[in-house]
């Protein structure tokens, strides 16, 4: 009895010695002699690779989205492309061609300066309704602004002077988004008409008008003032300035936001404060008060005038 139970202590303590030596060489059976897998371990394998399987598929999945997302921005944009060049060819780019085209189509007709509404569509902006003044020699103005009666109401918003407002047949504002994609896609110059309520009329002119973008803030560039311009040189102190609406002051007077200050509510090109308010409140006198339609050094700038009249022309 005791002989037999040498015996299979030996055996025993051989077979140990065996699994220890295996355990030693060969890591895997390591694991599975010394932790043996339970249910519990089993299941987690399992979930481990199926959540394995389910990121492996949603990857391929965003794979195939992007793709499919990048196709239909491809697509998008050469319809894009394609609707530009049908409308481009339906409408006229700016004032000066609509006037081109009058005159190659009835020379003789154009020998006097006439004024009309007519859609636009610059390279890359929608259609858009403009006053055109077309004179002599094929050449086509576009109207920016025009005052000339007080019907419009000019205290907007800054979005609102982004988009334009206004009746292109009497007093409106074209938009700084349209003002800048007209005058970056080509360079411009800029008239200026005005008129006093005593019948007396004067002009400016300036070779460089350009508006910069929104993220410029529709920063002003208006420089050569030509030196016979009857009016004087009043948009000098205008020159750099950004955009500013009573909800959005970027001028340069350190206390407060010039639209507010001066009671019209009106955007414009501010610095501290003006010389020059295009925007200003309409008074159907000229008065003596800050804040109306003013072209100093043509008239006091606190003399309302009675119709102002903003237009420019490429090159
Ligand atoms: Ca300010």
Same mark, same amino acid.
């Given at each position: 009895?005791?002989?037999?139970?040498?015996?299979?202590?030996?055996?025993?303590?051989?077979?140990?010695?065996?699994?220890?030596?295996?355990?030693?060489?060969?890591?895997?059976?390591?694991?599975?002699?010394?932790?043996?897998?339970?249910?519990?371990?089993?299941?987690?394998?399992?979930?481990?690779?199926?959540?394995?399987?389910?990121?492996?598929?949603?990857?391929?999945?965003?794979?195939?989205?992007?793709?499919?997302?990048?196709?239909?921005?491809?697509?998008?944009?050469?319809?894009?492309?394609?609707?530009?060049?049908?409308?481009? +060819?339906?409408? @006229?780019?700016?004032?000066?061609? &609509?006037?081109?085209? %009058?005159?190659?189509? #009835?020379? /003789?007709? =154009?020998?006097?300066?006439?004024?009309?509404?007519?859609?636009? +569509?610059?390279? @890359?902006?929608?259609?858009?309704? &403009?006053?055109?003044? %077309?004179?002599?020699? #094929?050449? /086509?103005? =576009?109207?920016?602004?025009?005052?000339?009666?007080?019907?419009?109401?000019?205290?907007?918003?800054?979005?609102?002077?982004?988009?334009?407002?206004?009746?292109?047949?009497?007093?409106?504002?074209?938009?700084?988004?349209?003002?800048?994609?007209?005058?970056?896609?080509?360079?411009?110059?800029?008239?200026?008409?005005?008129?006093?309520?005593?019948?007396?009329?004067?002009?400016?002119?300036?070779?460089?008008?350009?508006?910069?973008?929104?993220?410029?803030?529709?920063?002003?560039?208006?420089?050569?003032?030509?030196?016979?311009?009857?009016?004087?040189?009043?948009?000098?102190?205008?020159?750099?300035?950004?955009?500013?609406?009573?909800?959005?002051?970027?001028?340069?007077?350190?206390?407060?936001?010039?639209?507010?200050?001066?009671?019209?509510?009106?955007?414009?090109?501010?610095?501290?404060?003006?010389?020059?308010?295009?925007?200003?409140?309409?008074?159907?006198?000229?008065?003596?008060?800050?804040?109306?339609?003013?072209?100093?050094?043509?008239?006091?700038?606190?003399?309302?005038?009675?119709?102002?009249?903003?237009?420019?022309?490429?090159?």
């Amino acid at each position: 009895m005791l002989r037999a139970a040498v015996t299979v202590l030996g055996v025993m303590m051989v077979c140990m010695a065996q699994v220890n030596h295996a355990a030693r060489t060969n890591p895997a059976i390591s694991r599975a002699a010394t932790i043996p897998q339970t249910a519990a371990d089993a299941q987690q394998n399992t979930i481990e690779n199926t959540l394995d399987t389910i990121l492996r598929t949603m990857r391929n999945d965003h794979r195939k989205l992007e793709s499919s997302v990048q196709e239909v921005k491809q697509e998008l944009s050469e319809l894009r492309e394609e609707t530009d060049l049908i409308l481009g +060819k339906m409408y @006229k780019p700016s004032c000066q061609e &609509v006037a081109e085209d %009058l005159h190659s189509n #009835a020379p /003789g007709s =154009t020998n006097e300066a006439t004024v009309g509404v007519y859609t636009i +569509k610059p390279p @890359k902006y929608k259609p858009t309704l &403009v006053r055109c003044e %077309l004179s002599r020699g #094929a050449v /086509g103005w =576009t109207v920016i602004l025009s005052r000339s009666n007080g019907r419009e109401r000019f205290n907007r918003t800054y979005r609102e002077y982004q988009d334009g407002f206004g009746d292109p047949s009497e007093e409106y504002w074209i938009g700084n988004d349209l003002l800048h994609r007209l005058t970056t896609w080509r360079p411009h110059q800029l008239r200026v008409a005005l008129e006093d309520f005593n019948g007396q009329k004067a002009w400016a002119q300036y070779k460089v008008f350009r508006v910069g973008g929104p993220e410029e803030n529709y920063k002003l560039t208006v420089d050569q003032f030509e030196a016979d311009s009857n009016a004087g040189d009043g948009l000098k102190i205008h020159n750099g300035m950004k955009f500013s609406t009573y909800d959005k002051d970027d001028d340069t007077n350190k206390d407060g936001n010039c639209s507010q200050l001066l009671g019209g509510y009106g955007g414009w090109w501010y610095s501290n404060c003006y010389h020059v308010l295009p925007t200003g409140r309409y008074r159907s006198v000229g008065g003596n008060e800050y804040g109306g339609v003013a072209w100093h050094p043509w008239r006091d700038v606190k003399h309302s005038i009675k119709a102002m009249t903003l237009l420019i022309r490429a090159h």
